[in-house]
């Protein structure tokens, strides 16, 4: 499935995650360990890394560069 998306999205989107991924964490660092938010936000942030490693792998996978237009199938 061709769904026209480019290096530079999937550039956004990796960068999109990494800052979520730091915001949770500074969230984490207010949050009592052993409560429920703490339990929340530490699988926010596990859920997050996983996406963004599969999403890094993928892109080794293909050869994809930074730049470089993307007209191939994402799955």
């Known amino acids: 499935m061709d769904w026209g998306i480019t290096a530079e999205d999937i550039e956004t989107l990796r960068q999109t995650l990494r800052g979520s991924i730091s915001m949770f964490t500074m969230l984490l660092a207010e949050c009592e360990p052993g409560s429920e938010t703490h339990k929340v936000v530490s699988s926010a942030i596990r859920r997050r890394r996983r996406i963004l490693a ?22």
């Open 54 to 75: 599969k999403i890094e792998a993928a892109i080794i996978e293909s050869g994809i560069e930074v730049g470089q237009s993307y007209g191939g199938s994402v799955q």
